[in-house]
């Protein structure tokens, strides 16, 4: 069964800049590769970092669905993105002396389980990446970002209860459910939550989603398997 994962990182915040500086964050988390490729850019290196940052997250959340034992160890999980993006000249990508941060990219994880593909996505506040166990072409993919309003910022776990709340309405138009029918759950394992499923009237619904949250965003991602209408 083919499982996704997704990391989104707010580039609003403070703590997003000027991280690729942070030499003893860059040697306990990223790979000499990794660190080669974020730092020869001399007009991006905060933004291939957290690219590469949230290509190990996601593809963790993916992994570890299979494989639970998994150990969340971020340079096990080396990151390859691939050379060509597709540039984006339009306002979404900052413009320093004529060069742009391509909107979108592809790439891979190569995790201890195997491999993982990615595909991030670039807007002027935000990065979000999706990870799949499987080649993402063959699949029925789903996604979707949402601002943190300033009513529910500061709030207790935004990303448990407004990110749930955001995730069942979504999902509720895409399965032609009623949102009060839906239920997203993350059960309690050991010492952290398990991976969340989606549930209906109390069915498990073969939907693999995941769900993610940074600074002022909230988002997630999910499959539809064959069998869901």
Not at 89 to 109: H, Y
Not at 131 to 145: C, Q
Request: charged residues 20%; aromatic residues 10%.
């Amino acid at each position: 069964m083919p499982h996704v994962g997704n990391d989104i990182v707010d580039l609003t915040q403070s703590t997003a800049k000027k991280k690729s500086r942070n030499i003893r964050f860059l040697n306990r988390v990223f790979t000499p590769d990794e660190q080669d490729f974020i730092l020869s850019s001399s007009a991006f290196p905060e933004l291939r970092l957290w690219c590469c940052w949230a290509a190990k997250e996601a593809a963790y959340k993916a992994i570890s669905k299979a494989c639970p034992d998994i150990p969340a160890i971020p340079k096990l999980f080396p990151v390859s993105i691939d050379p060509e993006g597709h540039e984006d000249s339009g306002t979404e990508s900052p413009d320093i002396q004529g060069l742009f941060f391509p909107r979108l990219s592809a790439g891979s994880v190569l995790t201890p389980a195997g491999r993982c593909w990615i595909r991030i996505e670039y807007r002027h506040t935000y990065l979000h990446c999706l990870a799949f166990t499987h080649a993402p072409d063959t699949l029925s993919v789903f996604r979707h970002v949402h601002y943190l309003s300033s009513s529910l910022q500061g709030g207790r776990a935004p990303d448990t209860e407004a990110g749930r709340l955001a995730a069942r309405f979504y999902l509720a138009g895409l399965l032609s459910e009623h949102f009060e029918d839906l239920e997203i759950v993350r059960q309690q394992k050991g010492s952290s939550a398990a991976p969340p499923r989606v549930f209906c009237r109390g069915r498990l619904l073969d939907v693999d989603i995941s769900l993610s949250h940074d600074g002022l965003f909230l988002a997630h991602a999910c499959l539809l398997q064959p069998s869901v209408p």
